[in-house]
T-cell receptor, first 109, second 120 residues
Framework: EIVLTQSPGTLSLSPGERATLSCRAS???????LAWYQQKPGQAPRLLMN???NWAPGIPGRFSGSGSGTDFTLTISSLEPEDFAVYYC??????????FGQGTKLEIK | QITLKESGPTLVTPTQTLTLTCTFS??????????VGWIRQPPGKTLEWLAV???????RYKPSLRSRLAITKDTSKNQVVLTMTNVHPVDTGTYFC????????????WGPGTRVSVTS
């Protein structure tokens, strides 16, 4: 069973700084089925990136995704106050269906 | 504009069956490739995918929960229903339904979620 491990668990940064969030798969996965979501307290997740590096409609350009194989990264180039939230990676595998990582909490330092 | 909204009981007694309804607008579940999935989130924890149903009645379930879940659609009412049998306190959480296009692709529109508490 594929496991997605996100790191760090919590990331403390200031507005304007660069954020780098990691998602590591327990075995090689297809980037085509790797997505990133943002979730704020009391809200539903919001799709940020699909296919590892493709922006969902309406997502600002400061967000970018990259990676292949087992290592994937979500980068926020310059943090805005509204970016502080929890971020999840998600993968689809035909054997195990949809899998989510445990999340990274991005908090204001 | 695509919208989804979940509805169902807020309190369920252990061993009972939970029935949740997702009512949507802005798309049709008769359109090729379109699907609706259910994802839940226990308090303070990560997301857990449960099931998905597609326009052609293809359905998939999380393997470990397959025996307890059933997902159906009513295209005339624009609704998707998830039933979960034999619920227990560990099934407590917020349940979301979400729109997807294509098997394996990301959930691009989500409902606000409905909170369910399983307690005696």
């Amino acid at each position: 069973e594929i496991v997605l491990t996100q790191s760090p668990g919590t990331l403390s940064l200031s507005p304007g700084e660069r954020a780098t969030l990691s998602c590591r798969a327990s075995q090689s996965i297809s980037a085509n089925y790797l997505a990133w979501y943002q979730q704020k307290p009391g809200q539903a997740p919001r799709l940020l990136m699909n296919g590892a590096s493709n922006w969902a409609p309406g997502i600002p350009g400061r967000f970018s995704g990259s990676g292949s194989g087992t290592d994937f990264t979500l980068t926020i180039s310059s943090l805005e106050p509204e970016d502080f939230a929890v971020y999840y990676c998600q993968h689809y595998d035909d054997s195990f269906m949809y899998i989510f990582g445990q999340g990274t909490k991005l908090e204001i330092k | 504009q695509i919208t989804l909204k979940e509805s169902g009981p807020t309190l369920v007694t252990p061993t009972q069956t939970l029935t949740l309804t997702c009512t949507f607008s802005g798309f049709s579940l008769t359109t090729s490739g379109v699907g609706v999935g259910w994802i839940r989130q226990p308090p303070g924890k990560t997301l857990e995918w449960l099931a998905v149903i597609y326009w052609n009645d293809d359905d998939r379930y999380k393997p470990s929960l397959r025996s307890r879940l059933a997902i159906t659609k009513d295209t005339s009412k624009n609704q998707v229903v998830l039933t979960m049998t034999n619920v227990h306190p560990v099934d407590t959480g917020t349940y979301f339904c979400a729109h997807v296009v294509g098997l394996g692709y990301a959930f691009d529109f989500w409902g606000p979620g409905t909170r369910v508490s399983v307690t005696s």
